[in-house]
């Protein structure tokens, strides 16, 4: 059974913890926490993934369940000598929506100083080009809460050059059920995974093979799963789903890929998950998604001998500020219930 606020209230405080891709230590950290209190053991690999492992009915097959828990971020590319810090992308943020947000800059000895991101040409009274001026990342800078007038000033707080930038999720849930904050790509599936992990525990029912958990630390950048065990012959990746233009997906489904940037996902495993979502009742959809890659992609380009299938809740407006609903959340959940029963 979907439990609902639990699963939400484990989101909210799971995207309140920085993980820009390459920082999402302390994100595995209460995530590993967070599963060994429920009864698990894990394992960190030395990429930092984090997997936990459950033991099914037929010990001879492992499937793999994978979320990512990195998310966009930014660096420090420079620092300027007017002391704002000019910046570099971290995954593929869309930038104009970063104008205006409030972020914090994370040293390498892990002091923490807040700031603004903002144009270059931030005020309509002084810059005729405010309204206009393109909200590219070399357009875009932090402004620093502290009294810094230059680029020493910079360098004595500690802050460098490959600093890691982290910007505000700006969680919101309301009444009507929709969850608003940026990184639901990909935390709303770490938490619906965590969840799938405590009904297991609770119920004291086995799945039906082997389970590997995989919560991944570099999938906006290419290579969250590249590598993972090789006991794994199946591998599902739960991410999320894209809405606009010729989609099917909403706000309220489940998507479950059948193609995108790296090719069709395995015919068998997607006709099955689409089979489950029909015998379950659930409101989903089938889509392909060019732009867009997962951890299962990456698994398949890192040679793995594997089915691969990608599914997960929609979220609209990717990369940016994005929404979902809780009935996607439930939906979602309820296709991995019904796809490790089987």
Request: aromatic share 8%; proline share 3%.
């Amino acid at each position: 059974m979907f439990k609902q606020e639990e699963t939400v209230s484990f989101l909210k405080e799971l995207l309140s913890i920085n993980s820009p891709t390459g920082y999402a230590t302390n994100a595995i950290r209460f995530l590993k926490s967070a599963v060994e209190n429920i009864g698990y053991e894990t394992e960190v690999t030395p990429k930092g993934n984090l997997i936990v492992s459950v033991e099914g009915e037929d010990t001879n097959a492992t499937r793999g369940l994978s979320a990512h828990v990195d998310t966009l971020g930014l660096m420090v590319r420079s620092i300027n000598s007017d002391g704002t810090l000019s910046l570099t992308k971290l995954g593929g943020p869309l930038t104009p929506t970063l104008d205006g947000e409030y972020c914090d800059i994370i040293t390498r000895d892990d002091k923490v100083y807040t700031g603004t991101i903002l144009s270059k040409s931030p005020s309509i009274h002084v810059f005729k080009d405010a309204s206009k001026k393109e909200r590219d990342i070399d357009n875009l800078v932090v402004k620093i809460d502290e009294r810094v007038e230059n680029k020493e000033d910079v360098q004595k707080l500690g802050i460098q050059n490959g600093d890691f930038v982290a910007y505000d999720p700006k969680v919101t849930v309301t009444e009507s059920g929709f969850v608003k904050s940026r990184f639901l790509d990909d935390k709303a599936s770490v938490a619906l995974l965590v969840s799938i992990l405590k009904m297991l525990k609770e119920n004291g029912v086995k799945p039906k093979t082997n389970l590997k958990f995989i919560f991944s630390t570099y999938e906006e950048v290419g290579h969250g799963a590249a590598w993972i065990p090789e006991d794994i012959t199946e591998l599902l990746a739960v991410d999320m789903g894209c809405i606009g233009l010729d989609l099917e997906c909403t706000e309220y489904e489940v998507s479950i890929c059948a193609k995108d940037s790296s090719g069709p996902y395995d015919y068998e495993l997607t006709t099955k998950l689409i089979n489950f979502a029909k015998e379950a009742e659930l409101n989903y959809a089938v889509d392909i998604y060019p732009m867009y890659g997962s951890d299962a992609s990456a698994a398949l380009a890192g040679g793995a001998n594997i089915r691969a299938a990608l599914i997960g809740p929609g979220v609209a407006s990717s990369h940016g500020m994005e929404r979902t609903h809780v009935d996607a959340l439930k939906n979602t959940f309820e296709l991995i219930k019904k796809y490790i029963e089987n």
